[in-house]
C-alpha cells in the first residue's frame, strides 16, 4: 500500500488506550460514506456478493444476528447494519462506511473447519464494524483530500507566478474532477496499521458488550499468522504478532483477562441486558453497571 503521509503512520505505531470513537454525521460526511460505500459495494457485487436473510444460516453460522447484536453496542447503533456473502476462496472480510459488512465464502468456510462457535466469527465482525464506527474511510478521504488541495494551490501558484493568473482557475477546476479519482483511490485503498490496531481495539470493546469472548480475536490472530496474506492486512502487512500482544495488553490493563471475574460478570449482564430494548430504563442500569466493571 502506498504510504501517503508520515501522519497515517508509515512507522509501527506504538501501544496506546484509544477513546471511545465520536462519530461524525453531518451531511457532507454522510454524503461522502455512500459515495464510498457506492463503489465498494459495486465491485462486491461483481464478485456475486448478495445481502443475508434474518435467521440465514450458513456453514452454522447466523452472520446476521452476529452482526446486529454487536451493532447494538457500538457509538453507530442506529446505521442500517446489513451482512453480505461473496464468493472469495481467501478467508476474508469487509466493512463499508454505510453498515453494510461483507465475508467471504472462504471465510465462513474456514471458521466453520475451526468448529469454535461464534466468538470468532463474532470477533471478525467486530473489527470490521470498528472501521465503521471509526469512520476510518471518511478520514482517509480527507486527509486525501487535503493533500490534493495543497498540490493544487502549490501547483496553480507555480503557475500564475510563471505564466498567467487564469492558472488557479485552472487549478481549482481540476480539484472538481479529481473528486472522483480521490473516491476510487479511498475506495481501492486498505487502512493504516494504526487503523488496523485502533479496529483491533475497539473490536474487543464490542465483543465484551455484546457478551462474547475476547480471547477468540487472539485465537483467531494467532492462527492467521499462518497465512501469508492474512486478514485484514491484505493490502497492508502480516503484523499478526504484534497485534496480538497490543490485545493482550489491553485485556491485561482493562482487566478483562480470561477467567477474570469481571469478565464473566460483565458478560452475564450483557446477556441479561439483551432481553431489555436498548435505551429503556433497566437497559441503561444494566449498562451502567456493566461500565463500572470495564473502567
Ligand atoms: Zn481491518
Not at 41 to 67: H, K, M, S, T, Y
Not at 96 to 108: C, E, I, K, Q, W
Request: aromatic fraction near 8%; include cysteine.
Amino acid at each position: 500500500m502506498l504510504c501517503v503521509a508520515a501522519a497515517m503512520g508509515c512507522a509501527t505505531p506504538q501501544y496506546a488506550l484509544r477513546p471511545a470513537p465520536q462519530p461524525v454525521e453531518t451531511p457532507d460526511v454522510l454524503q461522502i460514506e455512500r459515495a464510498i460505500s457506492a463503489q465498494q459495494a459495486a465491485d462486491f457485487a461483481r464478485q456475486g456478493a448478495r445481502p443475508l436473510r434474518e435467521g440465514e444460516i450458513l456453514w452454522g453460522f447466523e452472520p446476521q444476528a452476529v452482526l446486529e447484536r454487536l451493532a447494538r453496542v457500538t457509538e453507530r447503533p442506529g446505521l442500517p447494519y446489513q451482512a453480505y456473502l461473496y464468493q472469495g476462496k481467501d478467508p476474508n472480510a469487509a466493512s463499508l462506511a454505510d453498515g453494510r459488512v461483507y465475508v467471504s465464502t472462504g471465510m465462513l468456510a474456514y471458521l466453520a473447519g475451526r468448529s469454535r462457535g461464534p466468538d470468532e466469527l463474532a470477533s471478525v465482525l467486530a473489527h470490521e464494524l470498528a472501521h465503521t464506527t471509526a469512520q476510518h474511510l471518511v478520514k482517509r478521504y480527507q486527509t486525501l483530500q487535503q493533500q490534493q488541495v495543497l498540490l493544487s494551490l502549490v501547483n496553480a501558484g507555480i503557475s500564475a507566478a510563471t505564466r498567467s493568473a487564469g492558472a488557479t482557475a485552472q487549478g481549482v477546476g481540476q480539484l472538481a474532477l479529481n473528486a472522483a479519482a480521490l473516491l476510487r483511490d479511498v475506495a481501492n485503498s486498505g487502512y493504516s496499521q494504526d487503523q488496523e490496531l485502533e479496529a483491533d481495539q475497539l473490536g474487543l470493546r464490542y465483543l465484551l458488550r455484546a457478551g462474547y469472548d475476547p480471547r477468540a480475536a487472539l485465537t483467531l490472530l494467532e492462527d492467521f499468522a499462518r497465512f501469508e496474506t492474512p486478514w485484514p492486512f491484505l493490502r497492508t502487512h502480516p503484523y499478526s504478532a504484534q497485534r496480538r500482544a497490543y490485545l493482550e495488553q489491553y485485556l491485561r490493563e482493562t482487566g478483562a483477562s480470561a477467567g477474570s471475574g469481571a469478565q464473566e460478570r460483565i458478560a452475564q449482564l450483557r446477556r441479561i441486558q439483551q432481553s431489555y430494548p436498548p435505551g429503556s430504563v433497566s437497559w441503561q442500569n444494566l449498562q451502567r453497571q456493566i461500565e463500572a466493571l470495564e473502567n
